[in-house]
């Protein structure tokens, strides 16, 4: 493995024990409960939303350790982003996990260090359970499935 694998593996497992924003969100504006069966993933996603501006992000569940670093990595960079900037952010995330180029790593930011997942196809699923939830929430669906 190289030094930056290395690197992105740590951010992952550090990510995963000891999740970010694992608490429920008192105030939240919207909010939706994302599944993802093939893993057992399972993530309560609450957001609040002002003018347009996600101001706080939160999640609850239970899931692999995939799926609860990209949540807790995306709860963080979501903070301050307009709704069209999130889901923009779901665009460029899914094409990079499917590996496809045309993605701006800049908008990523932390969330790169999900680019060796391309090569494990089950695992996109627990890597975009996150963000399948989060547009289910801003679309103000009840639930999103991977399925
Ligand atoms: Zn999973």
């Known amino acids: 493995m190289s030094a930056i694998e290395e690197l992105y593996q740590d951010l992952i497992i550090d990510h995963s024990k000891d999740p970010r924003n694992f608490k429920k969100l008192i105030n939240n504006t919207h909010k939706a409960f994302g599944n993802n069966p093939l893993c057992g993933d399972k993530l309560h996603l609450e957001l609040r939303i002002l003018h ?3 101001e706080d992000a939160a999640f609850t569940g239970d899931g692999c350790a995939i799926s609860k670093a990209t949540a807790s990595l995306m709860t963080e960079i979501l903070k301050g982003k307009t709704t069209f900037e999130a889901l923009k952010l779901f665009n460029d995330f899914h094409s990079m996990l499917v590996g ?3 993605y701006d ?15 494990f196809p089950m695992r996109v699923k627990c890597a975009t359970l996150a963000f399948h939830t989060l547009q289910a929430a801003i679309n103000k669906k009840e639930g999103a499935s991977t399925e």
């Open 100 to 102: 496809n180029a045309m």
């Open 52 to 54: 347009d501006v996600i």
């Open 105 to 119: 790593g800049n908008v990523l930011g932390k969330l790169i260090v999900f680019q060796g997942i391309k090569q």
